[in-house]
């Protein structure tokens, strides 16, 4: 039972991935997902599934909360910056290299 849910119910305990003419799906109380090629690729859409609802509940949750605010830095006096030179290398100019002209090939047919 999820902690949201208001009343109390029966749950019954069933096998989440069903096999139907050839194709996989797996069950949710969302309803059914899928048609799936293989059973391995429901098994990963089912995990890729529960794995987003969990990361949504945290999300959601963390929204709730109050957020925790940061220390503010302590100054000890004002703070100076100091410029540096960069030195700069003289830049080379390398050869253009060009690239050799394919060779044309022609053929003739002849019928």
């Known amino acids: ?22 194709q996989w799906y797996f069950s949710t109380r969302e309803g059914e997902q899928g048609p799936f090629a293989s059973k391995g690729a429901a098994q990963r859409a089912l995990a890729r599934f529960i794995n987003e609802k ?14 925790v605010p940061l220390p503010r830095p302590v100054s000890k006096g004002p703070l100076t910056l100091e410029l540096v030179p960069i030195e700069k290398e003289t830049p080379t100019i390398a050869e253009p290299r060009i690239a050799p002209a394919p060779q044309k090939v022609t053929r003739s047919l002849v019928f």
């Open 54 to 67: 969990v990361e949504l509940e945290g999300f959601q949750r963390s929204r709730r909360e109050k957020p």
């Open 1 to 22: 039972m999820r902690q949201d849910d208001k009343k109390e119910r029966t749950y019954f305990r069933s096998e989440r991935l069903v096999s139907m003419n050839g």
